[in-house]
C-alpha cells in the first residue's frame, strides 16, 4: 500500500517489462512444447522439442541465438499493458480497502488479472504467432508467417478486422485471472508469514524474494493447463469470417486435448512452464514491490 494506483500502473508495467526481458527465452521455447503434437495421440508424432533445455538448443540451431528471444517486442508490449492495467487495479482494491476481506485478495488479483488480459490480449496473440514460427522442417503448430510485429497486427486488422485483434481472448481472461489470483494472494500472504516468524526482516530483498518464490510455485501449478489452452486458442488457424478451424472455444479445447492428447496433454510444456513463471513471477513481483519501496 502507500503507492497511487496511477503510479502502480507505470511500476507494474515497467516491472512486468524487465522481467519479460529476462524470461523470453523460456516462452519461446514453452510456446514450442505446448503446440508440439497438436491434437495427436502420444507417441504418434515426431518430437523437434523434447525437455526444456533440448527444446532451446533445437530453437538456437533453428533460428538461431536470436531465436530464442523471438516476439519479445510483442511480450514487453504485453507485459507492459497487462501487468501496468493489472497492478493498477490490484492498487486500487488494496486503497479501497477490498483486500481487507475474507477471500479480497484473491478475488481483487482474479478480477485485476481478467481486465489485465483484456487489455494485453492482442499483443498476447501476435507474441504467440512469432514465437511458434520456425523453419518448416522443426515447425509446430500453425505457421502464420508474419515478417515483423507491425506487419502482424495489420495483417490481422485487414483480414478479420478490430474482433480478430481479440481472438483467443476467452483463454487468456481464464488464464491472467486464475494466475494472478494466486500469484497476487499468495505473494501477500507468503511475505507478511516469514516476516511474522522473524525468518527475515520485514520489507527486506530476502522477504520479498521468498514471497515471491513461494508464489511461482502455486502460479506455475495452478496455470498450466489454462495457460496450454490459450496458446492453443491464439495460435489456431481461421477462416475468412475469423472462425477457429481446430476449436470452437474455451471448452471445446479442453474436452478435444483431453481426449486426444490426454489429460496430460494440458500439462505441455510445464518444465518450461514452472522455469519461466517462477523466475518471471519472482523479477516480477521483486522488481515491483522494490520499485514501490522506492
Given at each position: 500500500g502507500g503507492v497511487?494506483?496511477?503510479t502502480d500502473l507505470v511500476l507494474g508495467a515497467t516491472a512486468g517489462c524487465l522481467a519479460c526481458f529476462l524470461t523470453n527465452p523460456l516462452e519461446v521455447v514453452k510456446t514450442r512444447l505446448q503446440l508440439q503434437g497438436e491434437l495427436?495421440?502420444?507417441?504418434?508424432?515426431?518430437?523437434?522439442?523434447?525437455?526444456?533445455?533440448?527444446?532451446?538448443?533445437?530453437?538456437?540451431r533453428a533460428d538461431g541465438l536470436r531465436g530464442l528471444q523471438k516476439g519479445l517486442a510483442a511480450g514487453l508490449l504485453y507485459q507492459?499493458?497487462?501487468n501496468g492495467v493489472?497492478?493498477?487495479?490490484?492498487s486500487h482494491a488494496e486503497d479501497a480497502?477490498?483486500?481487507?476481506?475474507?477471500?479480497?485478495?484473491?478475488?481483487?488479483?482474479?478480477?485485476?488479472?481478467?481486465v489485465g488480459a483484456i487489455v494485453g490480449s492482442p499483443a498476447y496473440l501476435v507474441k504467440t504467432h512469432l514465437q511458434a514460427q520456425t523453419l518448416s522442417a522443426m515447425a509446430v503448430g500453425h505457421q502464420h508467417n508474419h515478417e515483423s510485429i507491425s506487419g502482424a497486427f495489420k495483417s490481422i486488422y485487414?483480414?478479420?478486422?478490430?474482433?480478430?485483434?481479440?481472438?483467443?481472448?476467452?483463454?487468456?481472461?481464464?488464464?491472467?485471472?486464475?494466475g494472478s489470483a494466486v500469484q497476487l494472494s499468495t505473494f501477500a500472504s507468503a511475505k507478511d508469514w516469514v516476516c511474522e516468524h522473524q525468518w527475515f526482516r520485514k520489507g527486506s530483498w530476502a522477504a520479498v524474494l521468498a514471497g515471491s518464490m513461494v508464489s511461482g510455485v502455486a502460479v506455475a501449478v495452478t496455470m498450466t493447463p489454462f495457460d496450454v489452452i490459450s496458446t492453443r486458442l491464439y495460435n489456431q488457424p481461421v477462416d475468412a469470417s475469423g472462425t477457429g478451424k481446430l476449436y470452437r472455444g474455451f471448452l471445446d479445447c479442453i474436452l478435444q486435448i483431453s481426449s486426444k492428447e490426454?489429460?496430460?496433454?494440458l500439462y505441455k510444456g510445464i518444465g518450461a512452464v514452472y522455469l519461466r513463471l517462477g523466475?518471471?513471477?519472482?523479477?516480477?513481483?521483486f522488481f515491483w514491490d522494490k520499485l514501490r519501496n522506492m
Open positions: 497511487p494506483p496511477v495427436q495421440p502420444p507417441g504418434t508424432y515426431p518430437r523437434p522439442y523434447r525437455g526444456v533445455l533440448r527444446a532451446a538448443v533445437a530453437v538456437c507492459g499493458l497487462m493489472r497492478f493498477y487495479c490490484y480497502g477490498w483486500t481487507g476481506y475474507p477471500g479480497g485478495t484473491v478475488a481483487a488479483g482474479a478480477v485485476a488479472g481478467a485487414q483480414q478479420h478486422g478490430v474482433v480478430g485483434l481479440w481472438r483467443g481472448v476467452t483463454g487468456a481472461v481464464p488464464r491472467v485471472a486464475v490426454g489429460l496430460l496433454g523466475p518471471h513471477t519472482v523479477l516480477s513481483l
